[in-house]
């Protein structure tokens, strides 16, 4: 079955403590990853697409990660604003842009 | 700007009584989505499409309907068939191969 699992659910750091997110997945034809941000109330906010085993993207402080099984979203010196829920999709392959979705991670962070 | 724009933000529903949200796009994309969202759930998908006058059903569609009319407009209704409607209801539009964009949410209370 087509599955994303992310892990932890939830996270608290404190100011400046770095840390990842991890995001596993069993599908077929993987044509993407996606990982969004989303922050209380609102819409999911796109931050990165991989593509391939090996592929790093980067945006200030978060760094994606990709291998055949599984996805990191590492956090270095996070701050209090980085605090959301952080979702993870993939795009699993037919004619379509389909999204499988995992639950997500609550971060917390602290001051 | 481009964008989406759901509406309305807050919907409360009367038991037996159908009702339309509404998510509107200016981004020019071709396929539009909606998903639903529960606590400790991934999003999921409710219908999607790819092209005006077409459209398919997703992972959990039963209880709901979508029109679409107009390349910009995706509307979904949500019917008395829909046994648990309370939901944060996310539309969504991508490009062939690129990352859909969310709209800011509707959430669904039933009364």
Redesign the interface.
């Known amino acids: 079955e087509d599955q994303v699992t992310q892990s932890p659910e939830a996270l608290r750091l404190q100011e400046g403590e770095s840390s990842s997110l991890n995001c596993s997945y069993t599908v077929s034809g993987l044509r993407g990853l996606f990982w969004y941000r989303q922050d209380p109330g609102k819409g999911p906010e796109f931050l990165f697409t991989l593509y391939s085993a090996g592929e790093e993207k980067e945006k200030e402080r978060l760094k994606a990660t990709l291998t055949k099984k599984e996805s990191f979203l590492h956090i270095t010196a996070p701050k209090p604003e980085d605090s959301a829920t952080y979702l993870c999709a993939v795009n699993y392959g037919g004619a379509t842009n389909k999204l499988i979705f995992g639950t997500g991670t609550l971060l917390a962070v602290q001051p | 700007d481009g964008g ?1 724009t ?1 509406s309305p933000k807050y919907l409360f529903r009367k038991e037996g009584q159908n009702v339309t949200l509404s998510c509107e796009q200016n981004l020019n994309h071709d ?1 539009m ?1 909606w ?1 639903r969202q529960d606590p ?6 409710i219908y ?1 499409s ?1 092209i005006v006058n077409d459209f ?1 059903k ?1 992972d959990i569609a039963e209880g709901y309907s979508v029109s679409r009319e107009k390349k910009e407009s995706f509307p979904l209704t949500v019917t008395s068939a829909q046994k648990n409607p309370t939901a944060f209801y ?1 539309c ?1 539009s ?1 490009t ?10 509707t ?1 669904l209370t039933v009364v």
């Open positions: 989406i759901q396929a989505y998903y400790g759930q991934g999003l999921r998908l999607y790819q398919q997703g996310l969504a991508s062939q191969g690129q990352v859909g964009t969310f709209g800011s949410g959430r």
